[in-house]
């Protein structure tokens, strides 16, 4: 079976295959195994419920592939509201003549990741397209959580809270732009695409106080912060000098006019803290293997409501504001 | 003396604390200066710079920036835009351009909505990358919207040369390529900008040497200082010019040494010579006709000049901006774009009316992006 | 688009093209508009796909050691400035 045929999303012989051979092979677990018409699941608390289709562009990319995405990127956004990441709906939009073994390398990597977090994948759907009707592959997941840390809010910063970021910052966005075509850039970049559960779970378990959490996808730690200071109407103050940006990122920034700040992330989260609990939160990130470059960047204050403001090594300051148009189409 | 390292290039010239050590030394000497100083920085890459790094924040207040004309997109009139776009409407066609020119309005579309129309429209990092893709279609018209100051039109040259070379006939150029002395000189004409000083553009240098502003400082009595990009560079050469004004001295002095020499890259300048010459007038937006401001293909070379061969379906009448765009205002340092009534509301870079807000060299553009507390 | 950018080269093949290297990022450009012969461990300035000149060592360096001195000037003249400050100081109380 090298290539996927239009058959194998037709409900008959061969689309029962290829959910055994491949879906059910590597995501195998009771629930989805049991073949229902629906997933039935029992949870004790609030839960958390998150969707996100994926159509990144390549489809594989130094530090992982669009499965690595479709998994980590809908499992994050359960760990942003304090959620332990449970059960993933998976559907796959397949491009007629698609490699077999390219999805199969896509099916594993989302296995991997899954472990990660714990999570399962307990239903799922396919179908298969004609030529030219997708672009290759496109996954949607969904995802529940149980929600083991209430309060976390864009809505809930106070003045005096601590802004602290999990890692370097605009890995994800310029690892994929170095990988498109027409552009002639090459180098070690990876994507920093990754699932963040543990990391929120250590945070929930040292019980820090969280102001708010967001992990920093499209439009980059610009967008994040600029939501915050909008939503809970303050003024979020950034030190230029202390966010982390990796040298390749700067490179690629320096060749193309682009800012790491708006760059998109997949494996970066930015938290808000109060003051006290700052020192706490950043030990808790730094004793984690995926989060061991956390560092304060800024504080809150009420300096000018909805602005962010950037500090910088010179002694002046301006306003960082939300990235525009086109910086990079699918990029997750 | 210790050996250069590449990071020592970016990071000693984004020193804080030389910055630091400049400002300081600007505010003595700027304290004996006779009257205030308006220093015209001609590049827009040099206002992206000092409003990037805020460096007026760090200078005293007799000191003022005016921003110049040296953004190649921003002083494109909108007729010349929608050459490009009937140009990538012609059928069979691919229009190639640099970045900036996409989505710069014209008087009814831009090239960013055709393209979403369906018209084959690149963006290319290279203009080399026009070889390639004329190569691989050969039964399309490829034509090249080339723009640029001095420090692009030699890369124009260099594909000219390739396509010659290999014999390739389906590609077209239209050249919009620019020159910095004319349209100083345009600005002093004018007399309103009341600038006392230059910071000449880098890059531009770097090709054409900085010879072409020797004039300057004889015939305006203002001196000229080239200077590199990064924010040591911008204030090492405001020192310069300070410390000019305070000798009563009035030069052309070279700040960007490490790529800057008086003649200049005289193989690109030959190249550039072999494929082009000055045309007669072009219209720059916001200022009119400049004679001998830009460039156009030599005779031996009518058979690649898509403003010949597409003379039919090419626009002639000349457009103005929309009324309440005061971007050729700005374009002659008469005004700065926080004065604009549409600034930030009405025309931002999604929604642009003008192009100095598309493009990364405009001033409008730089202060929305570096917006100053 | 006046952004060029200084790179080192660490590559040059036989269609005049180089391998250069910015910050970790490698890409190629073309040496079509060089006025000077380069080496591979040049650094050379790249616009748009192109050399555009090979920036010259001595003078980067030389620039570098003026901005020290400057730096080593000030410092001196703050040292100074602090100590005159305390000297005038007003509210001093003699004892």
Known sequence: MKQIQLSHGGGGKETNSLIHDLFYRYFGNDILIAAEDAAVLEVKNKIAFTTDSFTVSPIFFNGGNIGKLAIAGTVNDLAMMGAKPLYLSSAFMIEEGFSFDDLETIVKTMAEELKQSGAKIVCGDTKVVPKGAVDQIFINTSGIGEIEKEGISANNLHEGDV??????????????????????ISGDLQSDCATLWSAVQALIDSNV?????????????????????????????????????????????????????????????IIAVPQQHAVLAVQVLQSVD??????????VTMKKEGKVILHSLYGSSRYLDLPKGELLPRIC | MSELQLKDLY????DPDTIKALAWAIAAEAKKLKEPLKI??????????????????LLPSNIDFIHGPGCPVCIMPKERIDHAIALAQIENSILLTLGDMIRVPGSKSSLALERANGCDIRALYSPLDAIKIA????????????????????????????????????????????????????????????INAFIGPAHVSVISGAKIYLPLPKQYATPVVVSGFEPVDVMQSILMIVKQKNENRCEMEIQYSRSVTLDGNTKAQEMI??????????????????????????????????????????????IDDHKLCICGTILKGLAKPNDCKVFGTACTPNNPMGSCMVSSEGACNAYYRYGEI | ????????????????????????????????????????GDYILIHVGFAMNKIDEEEALQSLEVYQEMLEAMEEDERRQVIEDDDNCDSRVET
């Not at chain 2, 920085?41 to 805020?54: A, D, L, N, Q, R």
């Not at chain 2, 010579?273 to 937006?285: G, L």
């Open chain 1, 163 to 184: 802004i602290i970021v999990s890692g370097d910052v605009g890995r994800h966005g310029a690892a994929i732009l170095m990988e498109r075509e027409g552009l002639g």
């Open chain 2, 273 to 318: 010579a072999k494929f082009m010459k000055p045309r007669e007038h072009f219209r720059w937006r916001g200022i009119g006709d400049i004679p001998l401001s830009a460039l156009e293909l030599r005779e031996e070379y009518a058979a690649y000049d898509a403003e010949k061969i597409f003379a039919d379906i090419l626009p002639t009448e000349p």
């Open chain 2, 40 to 57: 015209m920085e001609v590049c827009g890459g040099h206002t992206h710079t000092i409003m990037k790094y805020g460096l007026k924040q």
């Open chain 1, 290 to 299: 995926i989060t061991s470059k956390a560092t304060i960047i800024g504080h």
């Open chain 3, 1 to 40: 688009m006046c952004l060029s950018i200084p790179s080192k080269i660490v590559e040059i093949d036989e269609d005049n093209i180089a391998t250069v290297d910015t910050m970790g990022i490698k890409r190629q450009v073309s040496l079509d508009l060089m006025l000077d012969e380069v080496d591979v």
């Open chain 1, 209 to 269: 106080t969280i102001s708010a959490l967001r992990d920093a996808t499209r439009g980059g730690l610009s967008a994040v912060l600029n939501e915050w200071a909008e939503q809970s109407s303050v003024c979020l103050e950034i030190e230029e000098a202390s966010v982390p940006v990796d040298e390749a990122v700067q490179g690629i920034c320096e060749l193309f006019g682009f800012e790491a700040f708006d760059f998109a992330n997949e494996g970066t989260f």
């Open chain 2, 11 to 14: 990071s000693g010239f984004r």
């Open chain 2, 135 to 194: 190569l691989e279609n050969p039964d399309k018209k490829v034509i090249f919207f080339a723009i640029g100051f001095e420090t692009t039109t030699p890369m124009t040259a260099a594909v000219l040369e390739q396509m010659e070379k290999r014999g390739i006939k389906n590609l077209y150029f239209h050249i919009n390529h620019v020159l910095v002395p004319p349209a100083v000189d345009a600005i002093m004409a004018d007399g309103k900008a009341k």
